[in-house]
């Protein structure tokens, strides 16, 4: 089992930049890949980020490459996810979640088996 709990969520202008935390206990082979995902009002849940935990390596979706960092810090059992030049249409729910392996895709939501409950980012203009 693993559990996952984000915060950092908030409201911020367009322009701006959030910090997205995900604090994760348990099991340390389920959570192999951490990764973030965003569900907007009305759209389908959509891969943000993912980093593998064992070697650190990140992959991105186009809409936020360039912008969103994903990080680890493993002492701290902790994922973060830098937001920079955010836009209104990053406004969603985030969830970060935890998996084994990617083998549905890296960024596909059925390759994670945990998910914590969501920190809202609102992005106004």
């Known amino acids: 089992q693993v559990q996952l709990v984000e915060s950092g969520g908030g409201s911020v202008q367009a322009g701006g930049s959030l910090t997205l935390s995900c604090a994760v206990s348990g099991d340390i082979d389920s959570r192999k890949w951490m990764a973030w995902f965003r569900r907007a009002p009305g759209k389908e849940r959509e891969g943000v980020a993912t980093i593998y935990t064992r070697g650190y390596n990140t992959y991105y979706a186009d809409s936020v490459k360039g912008r969103f960092t994903i990080s680890q810090d493993v002492a701290k059992n902790t994922v973060w996810l830098q937001m920079n030049s955010l836009k209104t249409e990053d406004t969603a729910m985030y969830y970060c979640?935890?998996?084994?392996?990617?083998?549905?895709?890296?960024?596909?939501?059925?390759?994670?088996?945990?998910w914590g409950q969501g920190t809202q980012v609102t992005v106004s203009s």
């Open positions: 979640a935890a998996g084994s392996r990617p083998d549905r895709g890296i960024l596909v939501s059925e390759s994670y088996n945990y």
